[in-house]
Each structure stands twice: as structure tokens, then as C-alpha cells.
Nanobody, 115 residues
């Protein structure tokens, strides 16, 4: 059984920073793409960023230059460093891990950007 544990969300003022983590444990093998999505109330789920097994990355235009995705393969963990946060970044952030063992989602961690 595979379990994803997310952490790092919270309340932050505009311009602040947060670092999200998502660690996978259990019977998971051959991890390839690791991604972060977000979903705000009343809006569709949005792909924020992903990182491939080879290290290539993708960012949504709305976060480019402010967010940085990274991974630690030894720990089966993906990170999202979020800087210069804006109120419109407020959402539940979910990690998505794709592997030979299957596709797995985290439970979500809330990020609220407000003064």
C-alpha cells in the first residue's frame, strides 16, 4: 500500500514564502513524474508544476519565476518552494506521483495567502 504525506501548508502574508513537501512510502517503484496541482474553491484543479525523472521541469505561467519544484529520489519526496506568494495562490495543493506501481495522489495541504 502506498501512502503520500504532504506538509508545509499554512497561512502566509502576501510576498511571503512556503515550502511544501510530499513524501511517498510503501510499495512504490519506478517513480517518474512528480507533480503539484492546486484547487481553489469553485475552480478546476490546475497543474502548478511537475518534475520528470530526468530532472526536467514544467511550470504554469502563473507561477513561473516564483515557484521551484525539486525532488529527492532517495526519499521519494517532491518539494515545492513558493516565493513571492500572492492572494491568488490561495488553494489546496495536492501532490501527484506517477510510477510503475501506479498513479497516486496526496490528501492536499491548504495554502492561504492573506494579510
Amino acid at each position: 500500500q502506498v501512502r503520500l504525506v504532504e506538509s508545509g501548508g499554512g497561512l502566509v502574508q502576501p510576498g511571503g514564502s512556503l515550502r511544501l513537501s510530499c513524501a511517498a512510502s510503501g510499495s512504490i517503484f519506478g517513480i517518474n513524474i512528480m507533480a503539484w496541482y492546486r484547487q481553489a474553491p469553485g475552480k478546476q484543479r490546475e497543474l502548478v508544476a511537475f518534475i520528470a525523472g530526468g530532472g526536467g521541469t514544467y511550470y504554469a505561467d502563473s507561477v513561473k519565476g516564483r515557484f521551484t519544484i525539486s525532488r529527492d529520489n532517495a526519499k521519494n519526496t517532491v518539494y515545492l518552494q513558493m516565493d513571492s506568494l500572492k492572494p491568488e495562490d490561495t488553494a489546496a495543493y495536492l501532490c501527484d506521483i506517477n510510477s510503475v506501481s501506479g498513479k497516486f495522489w496526496g490528501q492536499g495541504t491548504q495554502v492561504t495567502v492573506s494579510s
